[in-house]
């Protein structure tokens, strides 16, 4: 499995499983962080890499487990015929437990997604639910101020009052990053989608592009207008795929966010091929994805076609398909 998908779609599992072990929340980015660059030769050649990054989380903290002498063994038998006894006692008091927790959304007692938020947006988000926030730089590959991890983690209950520690990019060095003007342009455009920012710079007239439309031609002004792209559905699109959330585990509650990746206009993920022909000509074209929380079907894909004075002079939107 790649490396960077599965940090993307395990992050805040991962920070949880870290706490659970006794690391102070502060710490855990960290550790995890350590934990994945050291074992991502592991993970690229796993199928499931779950339980050897959670094996090398606890070894980590915990150091590699010892021996269990043989009287251990007997006493653990007998302890797991208690919990068989328990489990029949589980069935009646199952009656009264709360309802499951929502697999597709968040509900509002839930920590929202932070996803597409830079440090300021997401205070505001939290400091409105009543959330006490604190930001707390993080060295990441991601652009500069950009949130990759919360504790309590997306999907965690809360009261007003509680305190979250939001931790935001602070890329490790200038190599970090070879794509960062990219993931700018990216970041810029779903922030615009999604209410977070101002326009990105557009050229006094903006192709558009959305799936099997017709083209549409939008003047400089007008594109940096939200309500003028409605009729192409470009930021629709944008902001569907950002809000989306996917239950991963219910033990520790668990949910998986999207993510987003700059590709080649030619790349292609198995059978999500690159369209063809793609609008990309010989002008500056940026191009990138917007990878579903559950990581199943084909990503949206857009492409950012820019001028000679890197102003955005067409959007071509290919729709995210199951």
């Keep these: 499995m790649d490396p960077r998908e599965y940090r993307d779609a395990r992050w805040h599992s991962?920070?949880?499983?870290?706490?659970?072990l006794g690391v102070d929340p502060e710490a855990a980015p960290g550790l995890v962080e350590q934990v994945l660059v050291r074992e991502q030769r592991r993970i690229r050649r796993a199928e499931d890499p779950d339980p050897l990054v959670h094996a090398a989380l606890a070894d980590a903290v915990l150091g590699p487990p010892s021996p269990v002498p043989r009287e251990h063994g007997r006493r653990r038998l007998a302890v797991a015929g208690l919990a068989t006894a328990l489990v029949a006692v589980g069935v009646v008091l199952a009656l009264t437990r709360p309802e499951p927790p929502p697999t597709d959304h968040l509900r509002a007692d839930q920590i929202p997604?932070?996803?597409g938020y830079d440090g300021e947006a997401a205070r505001a988000l939290l400091e409105k639910r009543g959330l006490e926030v604190s930001l707390r730089p993080f060295r990441s590959c991601e652009v500069r101020d950009r949130v990759v991890a919360s504790a309590p983690a997306a999907?965690?209950?809360?009261?007003?009052?509680d305190r979250v520690v939001v931790y935001t990019a602070l890329p490790a060095d200038v190599s970090c990053l070879t794509d960062y003007g990219e993931r700018e342009v990216a970041w810029q455009l779903l922030d615009f989608a999604n209410g977070h920012g101002r326009a990105p710079a557009f050229a006094p007239q903006v192709s558009v592009y959305s799936g099997d439309a017709p083209r549409e031609v939008l003047t400089g002004?007008?594109?940096?207008d939200p309500d003028a792209w409605r009729e192409?559905?470009?930021?629709?699109?944008?902001?569907?795929?950002s809000s989306e959330v996917e239950l991963v585990e219910e033990h520790p509650l668990t949910y998986a966010v999207p993510a987003v990746r700059v590709v080649r206009a030619s790349d292609g993920f198995g059978t999500c091929a690159a369209p063809d022909p793609t609008t990309a000509g010989p002008a500056d074209v940026i191009t990138f994805v917007v990878r579903s929380a559950d990581r199943?079907?084909?990503?949206?894909?857009?492409?950012?076609?820019?001028?000679?004075d890197r102003r955005i002079e067409s959007v071509t939107l290919y729709p995210a398909s199951s």
């Design 232 to 241: 192409s559905g470009v930021l629709e699109a944008l902001h569907a795929a």
């Design 221 to 224: 002004a007008a594109a940096a």
């Design 296 to 308: 199943t079907g084909c990503p949206l894909r857009l492409e950012v076609g820019r001028d000679d």
């Design 155 to 161: 999907g965690a209950a809360y009261d007003r009052g």
């Design 113 to 115: 997604s932070l996803f």
């Design 14 to 20: 991962l920070l949880r499983a870290a706490e659970d």
